[in-house]
C-alpha cells in the first residue's frame, strides 16, 4: 500500500524560507495530481498547491502565488514544496495529499484510492 510522509517542517521568522518533502513509499504516485494542503486551528483546510499528473501544470492558491513552487521527481517518487516569504498566517500543518483537479480548481482525493499523509507543522513566528 502506497503511504506518503511529509517532512521538512520546522520554525522560521517571518521571510525565511522552507522547503517540504513529501515521499511516497510502496508503490508509485506518478498516475496521481498531487497536492499540498494546510490546516491551521480553528481554520478550514485550504489547497495550497497542486501539480498535475499529465502535464506537469502547476496551481497555487492566490495566498501563495509568487512565494511557494511546487515540484515533483517522479523518478525519486516525491513532491516537493518550496516556500518563501514566509509569514505568520503561512503557520499550519502541511500534508501532501492525491488531487482531483477540474480545470483551474482542485481538491483533496476522496476514493478510496486516494492518499493522505500524516502532515508536518510549519511555524512562522519572530
Known amino acids: 500500500q502506497v503511504q506518503l510522509v511529509e517532512s521538512g517542517g520546522g520554525s522560521v521568522q517571518p521571510g525565511g524560507s522552507l522547503r517540504l518533502s513529501c515521499a511516497a513509499s510502496?508503490?508509485?504516485?506518478?498516475?496521481?495530481?498531487m497536492g499540498w494542503f494546510r490546516q491551521a486551528p480553528g481554520k478550514e483546510r485550504e489547497g495550497v498547491a497542486c501539480?498535475?499528473?499529465?502535464?506537469?501544470?502547476?496551481l497555487y492558491a492566490d495566498s501563495v502565488k509568487g512565494r511557494f513552487t511546487i515540484s515533483r521527481d517522479n523518478a525519486k517518487e516525491v513532491v516537493f514544496l518550496q516556500m518563501r516569504d514566509l509569514k505568520p498566517e503561512d503557520t499550519a500543518v502541511y500534508y501532501c495529499?492525491?488531487?482531483?483537479?477540474?480545470?483551474?480548481?482542485?481538491?483533496?482525493?476522496?476514493?478510496?484510492?486516494?492518499?493522505r499523509g500524516q502532515g508536518t507543522q510549519v511555524t512562522v513566528a519572530s
Open positions: 510502496g508503490g508509485t504516485i506518478h498516475y496521481y495530481s
Open positions: 501539480i498535475t499528473s499529465t502535464d506537469g501544470r502547476k
Open positions: 495529499a492525491t488531487a482531483e483537479v477540474r480545470g483551474s480548481t482542485w481538491s483533496e482525493g476522496s476514493t478510496s484510492y486516494d492518499l
